[in-house]
C-alpha cells in the first residue's frame, strides 16, 4: 500500500514538471518572439492537459488517453464541481490542440492570441495547484 502512494506521487511530479516544462516555452518564445505565436498556443494547451491529469492522478482517477480539455475537465468535475468554473478558459484552449498539429488545417495565431491562451493556462495551473497542495 505504502508504494503505490509513493509511485502515485511520483506521477504527479512527473505531470507537473511537464506541464512546467511546457510553460517555460511557452514563455520563453512569448518574451523573446523567437518562434511563431502557434507555438505558445498549442504549449498552453498542453500544459493545461498535464496539469488537468496530473489532478486526476493525486485524486487516483483513472482516465483514457485522451488531450481534449474539456473532456479531462469533466473527469475533474466528477471529483470536485468547483473545476466548472475552468470550463471557458478550457473551451478556448481546446482549439490550439487540433489546429496546431495539422498542416493545411491551421490558422495563423496571433502574438494576441498567443498571449490570451498562456493566460488561460495559468489560471487553471494555479486552481489546479491549489487542489493538489
Not at 506541464?19 to 498556443?41: F, M, Q, V, W
Not at 489532478?55 to 466528477?78: G, M, Q, S, T
Request: charged share 35%; net charge positive; with cysteine.
Amino acid at each position: 500500500m505504502k508504494d503505490n502512494f509513493k509511485r502515485q506521487e511520483l506521477l504527479v511530479e512527473e505531470w507537473l514538471k511537464r506541464a512546467y516544462d511546457d510553460e517555460l516555452n511557452a514563455r520563453s518564445i512569448l518574451t523573446h518572439k523567437d518562434g511563431t505565436p502557434n507555438g505558445p498556443c498549442f504549449l498552453s494547451q498542453q500544459m493545461v492537459e498535464k496539469y488537468l491529469k496530473a489532478y486526476l492522478v493525486f485524486r487516483k482517477k483513472r482516465f483514457p488517453r485522451i488531450h481534449a480539455l474539456d473532456n479531462l475537465l469533466e473527469l475533474c468535475v466528477e471529483m470536485d464541481s468547483s473545476f466548472r468554473k475552468l470550463k471557458k478558459d478550457a473551451i478556448f484552449l481546446n482549439k490550439f490542440l487540433v489546429a496546431t498539429r495539422y498542416p493545411g488545417d491551421y490558422p495563423e495565431f496571433s502574438w494576441k492570441d498567443a498571449k490570451e491562451a498562456y493566460d488561460a493556462a495559468l489560471r487553471v495551473k494555479d486552481f489546479v495547484l491549489a487542489k493538489i497542495e
